[in-house]
Nanobody
Framework: QVQLVESGGGLVQAGGSLRLSCAAS????????MGWFRQAPGKERMFVAG????????YYADPVKGRFTISRDNAKNTMYLQMNSLKPEATAVYYC????????????????WGQGTQVTVSS
């Protein structure tokens, strides 16, 4: 099982930006599609963005389209989430995860998860 470690979270004012990173433990990182999810206090975990194995195709949840960008660097075994124009409702713990197939937004289709990184957006 791939081990994933997220970083880059923190406190930012509304309208600001953050870049999250997800570092993988294996060089087989590139065989997996990947995704970002988030979970706000008292709410269910929700899909944020996904990317295919090569990084050539991406998809997003509607609330973040046009503001968030997912990318990956397979040479560095790392995936990223650039978050711009942040809103207070983006406050959550953000998780990265691997998937065997590209295109799902269901958490059950993702099989390795990181421990999460906290993002807090103040108004």
């Amino acid at each position: 099982q791939v081990q994933l470690v997220e970083s880059g979270g923190g406190l930012v004012q509304a309208g600001g930006s953050l870049r999250l990173s997800c570092a993988a433990s294996e060089r087989t990182f590139s065989i997996y599609a990947m995704g970002w999810f988030r979970q706000a206090p008292g709410k269910e975990r929700m899909f944020v963005a996904g990317i295919d194995r090569s990084g050539g195709s991406t998809y997003y949840a509607d609330p973040v389209k046009g503001r968030f960008t997912i990318s990956r660097d397979n040479a560095k075994n790392t995936m990223y989430l650039q978050m711009n124009s942040l809103k207070p409702e983006a406050t959550a713990v953000y998780y990265c995860a691997t998937a065997h197939r590209y295109g799902s937004i269901k958490g059950t289709d993702f099989h390795s998860w990181g421990q999460g990184t906290q993002v807090t957006v103040s108004s």
